[in-house]
């Protein structure tokens, strides 16, 4: 059974930081890829930033040179580091994990950055 918790979203202004964590239960996470998604009001889940079991990483155009995620199998945890936050980064994050067929996702947490 696979369960993700995510936190350290909140409210900050634009030009400001955070880190999102995804803590993951079960025996999958160091051969799973895990991903950080995120969906704006009025519009679709979309993908941010993915890492692989092997740590190669993929990140949107919107997010590159901003964001950086990193995975710590040892506490099976993901992390999403976000700099130069802008306005249009407010969303709801969520985590994924993904193994063969498989998605599981975290219950989402709030990011709103104020202009």
């Known amino acids: 059974q696979v369960q993700l918790v995510e936190s350290g979203g909140g409210l900050v202004q634009a030009g400001g930081s955070l880190r999102l964590s995804c803590a993951a239960s079960?025996?999958?996470?160091?051969?799973?890829?895990m991903g950080w998604y995120r969906q704006a009001p009025g519009k679709q889940r979309e993908l941010v930033a993915t890492?692989?079991?092997?740590?190669?990483?993929n990140y949107a155009d919107s997010v590159k040179g901003r964001v950086t995620i990193s995975r710590d199998n040892a506490k099976k945890t993901v992390y999403l580091q976000m700099n130069s936050l802008k306005p249009e980064d407010t969303a709801v994050y969520y985590c994924?994990?993904?193994?063969?067929?498989?998605?599981?996702w975290g219950q989402g947490t709030q990011v709103t950055v104020s202009s």
């Open positions: 994924n994990l993904h193994y063969q067929i498989r998605d599981y």
């Open positions: 079960g025996s999958i996470f160091s051969i799973s890829a």
């Open positions: 890492i692989t079991s092997g740590d190669i990483t």
